[in-house]
Structures are given as C-alpha cells and as structure tokens.
C-alpha cells in the first residue's frame, strides 16, 4: 500500500523524485568530504608533530655538539693560558670558588666570575691585547722556527715578522699571505710547529726517568714525547702516555714536583 503510494505520488510530483535523486548523492558528497578533509587534517596534525620532534631533536644534537666543541677549544688552550689571575679584575682565578672559563671569537679567556667575562665580552680588545702580549712574551723564547714554518722564508723577509695568537699559541709568519695559508691548513701547520717545539725542549728536559712510572726514559727504547700546552712531557712508555692524558692537569703537577726534587738533587735524575 504504501508502494502504491509512493508510486502515485513520484508518478504525479516528478520535482519530488528529482529533488530525492539530488539530495541523496549531496548528502553523500557533503559526508564523504568532510570525512576526507577530518583525515586529510589528521595526517597533517601528525606531520607537523613529526616535523616539530624532528626539528627539536635536531636543535637540541646542534647544541650539544656546539657545546662538546667548545669545551674542547676550552681544554686545548688552557694548558698555554698566560694568567693565573683574571684578566678584569686582577683576582686570583679561583677566588671565587673555580675560574670561569669562555670563549671569545673561538679563543679562551678566564675570570675569576661570570660578571668579569660579561665586562670582558662587551670590550673585548683591550683584554685581548693584554692576553697577547703575555703569551708572545711567555712563548717566544722557546719558539722553535728562525724561519717562517710556511714559506721556508727568513720572519723579517717581508719587514718584521707578524706574531699571531692561534687560540693561546703563538705563531710567526713572514708575510700576511702565510698566515692566510695557515688559516687554510691550521691543523697541518699545529702539528709541525708540536714536532720542532719537541725537539728544540728535549735538549732542555731536566729528568732521566719516567715521572709517572720511576722507570728509566728509554727502559722500552724510546721515550714518548707529548706537549701540555707549550710544556714537555716525557714518558717511558704508550702505558705512562694513556695514564698521563687521563688527567694531564694532574700528571703535570707530579711533574714539576719531580722537576723540583732534581733540582734540589732530592731525586729524579737530570
């Protein structure tokens, strides 16, 4: 009955059917593409939380690489730092408990606080000229090159040698072109100005004996050579060397106190 119905009044209204057969596939397209768009925002909800763990984990390896280099240029240069009181204020280093060390343009300055390195770092120069000037006047007389290490050419062959500060190294060229070459090759050059600076000490080392070990230096045939800073250090064997860089601040501590002794005649042969 109720076909018939329906049947008469689709047979005698055809807007009726008409309407029924637009309305039925919107509803269905309205449904569908919101059911699309909800998804299609979900993926990107997703996407962007992805994208933002992504970026936080890249920020955060970023920063503890940043700050792995800085503590390492902070421990390579200390050991040939010039001051043992801070450069602002003229207080010992730790007299407010331990140094504070940081780094300005990639070199080394230690305060006896925060607040000394925060006036340093709002004018540096005049610091760093102090600083300079120490490490030239400490370093030179053991400066191990009467030519440029880079050309082979005489210091004063252009005027008079440039003495550049590398971190708290100092380094003499002939020429602005050298140093340029330095720059480009840094690490290279370091390493031959380590070796020549080994050999122009070893002559000088007080002791015979291995300071870590009490064994003879050339008890394994050969003694190992390395640098703190622009100090030598000579052990008997590859054992005493690992023992040494463990800690290196202490290791050098038991070695002036073995130079001492030597030179008291109290021990430690020279």
């Not at 290279?188 to 002791?207: H, Q, S």
């Not at 390395?226 to 070695?255: D, H, I, Q, W």
Request: glycine fraction near 6%; hydrophobic fraction near 40%.
């Amino acid at each position: 009955m109720f076909s018939a119905k329906l049947e008469t009044i689709t047979e005698h209204s055809p807007k009726f059917t008409s309407r029924i057969e637009t309305e039925i596939p919107m509803k269905l397209l309205l449904k569908t593409g919101l059911l699309t768009c909800l998804s299609l925002l979900a993926v990107c909800a997703l996407s962007l939380g992805a994208q933002e763990r992504d970026a936080a984990k890249t920020a955060d390896a970023a920063q503890a690489k940043s700050a792995k280099q800085e503590a390492e240029a902070i421990a390579w240069q200390i050991p040939s730092y010039p001051f043992s009181t801070c450069v602002v204020g003229g207080e010992a280093l730790d007299a407010k408990g331990k140094a504070f060390d940081g780094l300005v343009e990639g070199r080394l300055v230690r305060t006896c606080c925060e607040k000394c390195f925060g006036v340093l770092k709002n004018n540096p120069a005049p610091f760093m000229e102090k600083i300079d000037a120490a490490i030239i006047e400490q370093q030179l007389p053991t400066y191990p090159f009467e030519k440029c290490f880079v050309s082979d050419e005489d210091l004063d062959a252009a005027d008079k040698p440039i003495d550049h500060i590398h971190g708290t190294r100092l380094v003499r060229f002939c020429c602005s072109g050298c140093k340029r070459a330095f720059n480009k090759s840094t690490e290279k050059f370091m390493e031959k100005l380590d070796a020549a600076l080994i050999e122009k000490l070893i002559p000088l080392y007080p002791l015979k004996t291995c300071f870590i070990s009490g064994e003879d230096l050339n008890v394994n045939g050969k003694p190992v050579d390395m640098l703190y800073g622009t100090r030598l250090a000579r052990v008997c064997c590859k054992n005493c060397a690992k023992g040494f860089k463990r800690n290196p601040t202490s290791a050098m501590e038991r070695l002036q106190r073995e130079i001492a002794k030597a030179e008291r005649g109290e021990g430690g042969e020279r």
